[in-house]
């Protein structure tokens, strides 16, 4: 931290994409009018999951490759804190690392992007997803073979325009983040995550820090309480299932006339196993471990 006309100074890590960004700014806005005359300072990193486009994640590292230089960074003091898709933050952090706030959740939703007026005439149709989750969740629902897709999400809209795909898999929140729902090239229909079950932590924006940080204040006041019990309870059950980057499972938990929801989709062996439970939400450890129940 540094100090400017007696204000306090963040430095917020993030990737250079444009929905890192703004996410990134919506995180300094919401400090800004926590604290004001905080000034927040934005430190761009480009990642070793920006650098490798052509492989999947579980080739090379899972979800760390976006993760570990931002860790090194705030431990090193080149900032104090990294914005980051909630749904991207492996299971295990840096010692003396911890999510210290997480923003409102947007729409955990998936959406199945097609151009608009463009006639399907692969059959199976071909679709864009590097995520073994989304891919056995739309062949249940659609004739399909799923071909591996990365970078940005504006990149992987234009590989869908130009034809390499019949349709994409994205997520919601980041279409709407960024605006592009509206664009007219397009047709995005909302796989509901009550029955198309979403990325755990995913649509949420997490702010990681040290856990004894000097800006604890701050983040107290900003992080959203029941996005923050989502989150630990969906974190807590990819923990219970020992869950990787490279397996099929989809964790969903929110609360609804008064009771937490948690919802798994699992691939086991033998089969696609869907579950829920219901209760009060400082129940969710038992409510999680009820989820997995015969599944660890």
């Known amino acids: 931290m540094t100090e400017m006309n007696g204000a306090r100074t963040i430095r917020l890590g993030t990737r250079k994409s444009k929905l890192a960004m703004a996410q990134t700014m919506m995180v300094a806005e919401a400090m800004k009018q926590a604290e004001p005359g905080l000034n927040v300072e934005i430190v761009q990193v480009v990642t070793t999951g920006d650098k490798i486009l052509d492989r999947s994640l579980t080739e090379f590292g899972g979800k760390g490759v976006f993760i570990s230089e931002f860790e090194e960074g705030i431990a090193e003091g080149r900032f ?17 690392l911890e999510v210290a706030a997480v923003l409102p959740r947007e729409s955990a939703e998936d959406v199945f992007v097609t151009v608009r007026g463009r006639e399907i005439t692969n059959h199976p149709m071909v679709v864009g997803t590097g995520s073994l989750r989304r891919q056995l969740q739309i062949m249940e629902r659609k004739s399909a073979v799923c071909k591996l897709i990365r970078g940005n999400i504006d990149t992987r809209l234009q590989k869908l325009y130009d034809g390499q795909y019949d ?62 019990l989502s989150l630990k309870a969906e974190r807590y059950v990819l923990e219970l299932l020992g869950a990787g980057c490279n397996e099929a499972i989809g964790v969903y938990s929110y609360t609804k006339e008064d009771k937490f929801v948690m919802k798994l989709f699992k691939q086991t062996r033998d089969e696609m196993i869907r579950r829920e439970v219901i209760g009060a939400e400082h129940d969710y450890k038992d409510l999680a471990k009820a989820l997995v129940q015969g599944l660890v």
């Open 167 to 228: 349709a994409i898999i994205l997520a919601a929140a980041g279409l709407k983040r960024l605006g592009l729902t509206k664009d007219e090239r397009f047709d995005f229909e909302i796989l509901p995550a009550e029955e198309f079950t979403p990325a755990g932590g995913q649509a949420i924006i997490a702010i990681e820090a040290k856990k004894d940080s000097e800006f604890a204040d701050l983040f107290a006041v900003i992080s959203h309480g029941p996005s923050a």
């Open 80 to 96: 104090d804190a990294a914005v980051h898709s909630a749904k991207d933050m492996p299971m295990e952090l840096m010692d003396g």
